[in-house]
């Protein structure tokens, strides 16, 4: 059973940091590509902003919103991905998820509650 597993968030002052960690089992999360989307109150998950993307060869693309800031990064020794986020704002307060496709198939973590005060 695949199974993804955020953590990391919290409440940070903006200008602050944190690292989001998404842990998997059941798969080689290396051998999939990983996205972090985020979303916002009001939208559905499945729409939210998708922010960051590592590919299985490490290779990693950014969203405008957040290039320059965050950093997509991925260990498969502890079969994780992570989300580092830099200089953080109060528009990046949102709810994170990690994804992975396999064969067609959607999986979603349970999310991470990123909050930043101005």
């Known amino acids: 059973q695949v199974r993804l597993v955020e953590s990391g968030g919290g409440l940070v002052q903006a200008g602050g940091s944190l690292t989001l960690s998404c842990a998997a089992s059941g798969i080689d999360l290396g051998a999939y590509a990983t996205g972090w989307y985020r979303q916002t109150p009001g939208k559905q998950r499945e729409a939210g902003e998708l922010i960051a993307g590592i590919n299985k060869n490490g290779g990693a693309s950014y969203a405008d919103s957040v290039k320059g800031r965050f950093t997509i990064s991925r260990d498969n020794t502890k079969n994780t991905v992570y989300l580092r986020m830099d200089s953080l704002t109060p528009e990046d307060t949102a709810v994170y998820y990690c994804?992975?496709?396999?064969?067609?198939?959607?999986?979603w973590g349970q999310g991470t509650q990123v909050t930043v005060s101005s």
């Open positions: 994804n992975t496709r396999i064969r067609l198939l959607d999986y």
